[in-house]
């Protein structure tokens, strides 16, 4: 259990950051655990007739790796009440190579009679946002 608490926290501060790493390996274990062998996660040449550049990292393991800065800090992923957001731009991932996601989770509001506090999650790709308006709904 986390030490974090209600009292503790401001409207703007930064909990927690934490670069999250996805190679073409991370892609096939996910797609092995999800189900999802969309041919846009694992073949290029796929990925290039749809439009893309290449292989893309699956949406929901983009959202599901950036909440867990949340769940580190606060200790406890049960106290995670709500977590939603949107994808703003796909991940591309080299062959070889790795791609990098820098993710900061800043307090958005704070809610005293129901003693939630409102994460922001701001996840960068080379310096651009993969996902809009990720925030988290955690309880204390």
């Known amino acids: 259990m986390s030490d974090v608490s209600f009292e503790s926290l401001e409207v703007g501060q930064v909990v927690a950051t934490k670069t999250l790493s996805f190679d073409r390996s991370t892609l096939v274990r996910y797609a092995g655990a999800s189900g ?79 003693r939630t506090a409102r994460i922001d999650l701001n996840a960068l790709f080379e310096g651009t946002r993969v996902l809009a308006k990720a925030q988290a709904v955690v309880s204390f």
């Open 36 to 114: 999802d062998f969309n041919p846009i996660h694992w073949n290029d040449t796929f990925a290039q007739s749809v439009g893309l550049d290449g292989v893309i990292a699956h949406g929901m393991l983009t959202m599901g790796s950036a909440v867990t800065v949340v769940e580190e800090w606060i200790g406890d992923q049960a106290r995670i009440r709500d977590y939603q957001t949107r994808f703003s731009r796909p991940i591309a991932v080299p062959n070889p190579g790795v791609s990098e996601v820098e993710v900061t989770a800043t307090v958005g509001a704070l809610d005293a009679e129901a």
